[in-house]
């Protein structure tokens, strides 16, 4: 396998090169290349669009009696993908590029030919300065006085605009004015409402502190508890007068809804509905007897024991006082109680 593998072929001593026949082609012979479209072009048989890049299995053949520098110029041969018609272009070494021959119309052609149009005019614009000086003072003054024209032409427009634009100076100071009324009304804005923040924490933190203090004038004076036994929640202070304030007073708690007034009144009412009035003409007042007070007995009259050692009405001392008359509710209830005893 590696005879195959060397760059060397072998030549016999007796070989004799010249004896070998020359092989005669034609020099319009074709060859078959792989390649891809040049430029973008279009079919004149079908009108089928052939991008850029896309591949062909070509025919390439040297065109004849037609050089450039000495360079050989090579003539292509494709078919269109959509009806097979034959296109042909050949190289451009002048342009560096290819130029289309038959078949199709190059694309994007004009902006090309402009750009080649313009050097064109350059180059020999150029090679007749290089030769006669006095066109050279033409091609100068011509220039200058094309440039006078244009800045004339500016300096016109620029004239005209300045006619029709018109500004007006006073809308103009009038909107900056809204503007700045507008600024100044929103800082004004936010420095009250700001203010108002701050008083408004100012107050709740003097409510805070308020009722801290209350809280502690409240509570009584205690020595602090000794670690490790629990504390004692204080009693109750109670703040009523008399045993019979209790049916009139109304819970802390009760006063965070309604008045105070109103939950008073709504407690008597639901108290009388129930027992009744305990003093006054009400529905419980004629059951209800009061003790008369017993009758002074006349002098020198001295008491005697009853029977069963029951003192009677006669054995009152003579130095008794008179009793005292309540008239309270309490009173009135123990007095009903004692003349059902009886």
């Not at 004339?152 to 009038?174: C, H, S, T, V, W």
């Not at 209790?246 to 509905?273: D, F, M, Y």
Request: proline letters at 8%.
């Amino acid at each position: 396998m590696s005879e195959r593998k060397v760059l060397n072929k072998y030549y016999p001593p007796d070989f004799d090169p010249s004896k070998i026949p020359k092989l005669k082609l034609p020099k319009d012979r074709q060859y078959v290349v792989r390649l891809m479209a040049p430029f973008n072009m279009r079919c004149k048989t079908c009108g089928e669009y052939i991008y850029k890049g896309k591949k062909f299995n070509a025919r390439k053949e040297t065109v004849m009696n037609e050089l450039y520098m000495g360079l050989p110029i090579f003539r292509f041969y494709i078919k269109c993908t959509r009806c097979l018609a034959e296109i042909t272009f050949k190289t451009d070494p002048e342009n560096t590029d290819y130029s289309m021959e038959h078949g199709a119309t190059r694309n994007f052609q004009a902006e090309k030919l402009i750009e080649q149009e313009e050097t064109k005019i350059v180059r020999d614009r150029e090679e007749e300065e290089l030769n006669n000086p006095m066109k050279v003072l033409e091609n100068r003054t011509r220039d200058s006085k094309l440039e006078m024209e244009v800045l004339e032409n500016l300096q016109e427009l620029k004239e005209l605009n300045q006619r029709q634009a018109a500004p007006d100076f006073e809308g103009m100071i009038g909107q900056a004015r809204e503007l700045e009324q507008r600024e100044k009304e929103r800082e004004i804005e936010e420095d009250e409402r700001e203010t108002q923040e701050m008083l408004g924490r100012a107050l709740m933190k003097r409510l805070r502190d308020s009722d801290s203090d209350s809280d502690q004038e409240e509570t009584p004076s205690e020595a602090p508890p000794r670690e490790g036994t629990p504390r004692e929640a204080p009693p109750p202070v109670s703040s009523v007068d008399r045993p019979t304030d209790i049916l009139t007073t109304v819970k802390p708690s009760e006063t965070q809804g309604p008045s105070v007034g109103a939950v008073k009144k709504a407690k008597v009412e639901r108290w009388e509905k129930s027992v009744g009035k305990l003093g006054g003409g009400g529905a419980l007042s004629s059951l209800v007897v009061r003790r008369k007070p017993a009758a002074a007995p006349p002098a020198g009259c001295t008491s005697k024991p009853g029977p069963k050692g029951i003192p009677t009405a006669n054995s009152v001392p003579m130095n008794a006082a008179p009793l005292a008359i309540h008239s309270s509710s309490l009173s009135l209830l123990g007095a009903y109680s004692d003349s059902e005893s009886e």
